[in-house]
């Protein structure tokens, strides 16, 4: 999308909004004489009215011209209340990468709207222009955004595995809570509501916290550490498990069982519950994050706990009776 998406300055966002509303009712199916007579009421009651509907009408045009799976889906799917948002948000932040880039932090529309994601249980890999590489784990999404000044990419959302390139451009990897500057670097990056977990491979990288004010904290190879907004954990080895995921293997060393299965159940879709009263016992060991099924069947085995199934999408470990 582009510029000539915006809406004109002298149109405000309520009247824009009411516009998008009257496009997506009509598309549903024919006005009913009422409902036609008032859309004309408010079509006339205002030029800013008039003008909001020619614009939101050529911005309709345009998105049946893309290709994007979200259009397609949008204007095309059944009548359905996830299609009627997933419309009125194209519609509305069909606007130009520069306001659907700030609103993403305001709205549940990563997925949606992130230029690259991957959907529970599944990884994906992309190569990006520049050489460089990305490996996102389950439920991930990122934007990239290259110029020819400065590499930009944003994780919106998960966690990813980042082999950088060499370029004369400088790399910003940026999630909610600061940004990370490699060089030539390998590197795993993994976003939390309240906080980013970082482990660096081979290279070396500046992190600098959204309102830290000091120095960036330059962060070497085999090293491992946490950030908020405002600050860092002192660096430490690398774990054994950091960056398994990639290789599609969950690694468990003396785990509590309840941090285990939070970490399998991210792999598949439903809720893995776990009963308090097992939380606590520890395992150990490599599990296949590809077969959750097979790892709940062993863990019935090799711990004193039973697997209970109310559906596929609801299961609960608890004490063997």
């Known amino acids: 999308m582009n510029g000539a998406f915006n809406s004109p300055g002298d149109i405000s966002s309520g009247v824009a909004e009411q516009a998008v509303s009257w496009l997506v009712e009509m598309q549903e199916g024919p006005l009913s004489p009422r409902r036609q007579h008032a859309w004309e009421h408010w079509l006339q009651a205002h030029s800013e009215h008039q003008r909001a509907w020619e614009h939101i009408q050529r911005i309709n045009q345009r998105l049946r011209g893309l290709s994007s799976p979200l259009a397609h889906a949008a204007l095309n799917a059944p009548q359905s209340r996830s299609r009627r948002q997933a419309l009125k948000l194209l519609l509305l932040l069909g606007a130009g990468s520069a306001l659907t880039y700030g609103l993403r932090d305001q709205l549940p529309i990563t997925p949606l709207m992130a230029d ?30 290259f110029d020819a000044q400065r590499r930009v990419i944003r994780l919106l959302e998960g966690e990813m595995l980042l082999t950088a390139a060499q370029d004369a ?13 490699p060089q030539v670097a390998r590197l795993n ?58 290789d599609g293997i969950l690694v468990a060393a003396h785990m509590r069982l309840g941090d285990f299965l ?32 097979r790892v709940l069947d062993l863990l019935a085995v090799s711990l004193p706990v039973r697997v209970k199934r109310f559906t596929r999408y609801w299961v609960t470990v608890e004490a063997k009776a």
């Open 116 to 145: 690259y994601s991957s959907p529970v249980g599944q990884r994906r890999k992309l190569h990006l222009q520049d050489g460089s590489q990305i490996h996102l784990n389950t439920a991930s999404a990122v934007d990239v955004r």
């Open 189 to 246: 990056v993994r976003q939390f509501a309240d906080r980013t977990e970082l482990a660096v491979f081979d290279g070396q990288v500046a992190l600098a916290p959204t309102a830290h004010s000091g120095s960036p904290l330059r962060v070497s190879a085999h090293q491992q550490l946490r950030f908020n907004r405002q600050a860092w954990t002192t660096p430490r080895p690398l774990d054994a498990s950091s960056g398994a995921w990639a």
């Open 169 to 181: 451009r400088p790399l910003q990897v940026l999630t909610d809570h600061g940004s990370v500057q």
């Open 262 to 293: 939070a970490e399998l159940g991210r792999y598949r879709r439903g809720q893995l519950n776990c009963d308090p009263k097992v939380a606590d016992l520890l395992i150990s060991g490599t599990y296949p994050v590809d077969d959750s099924e």
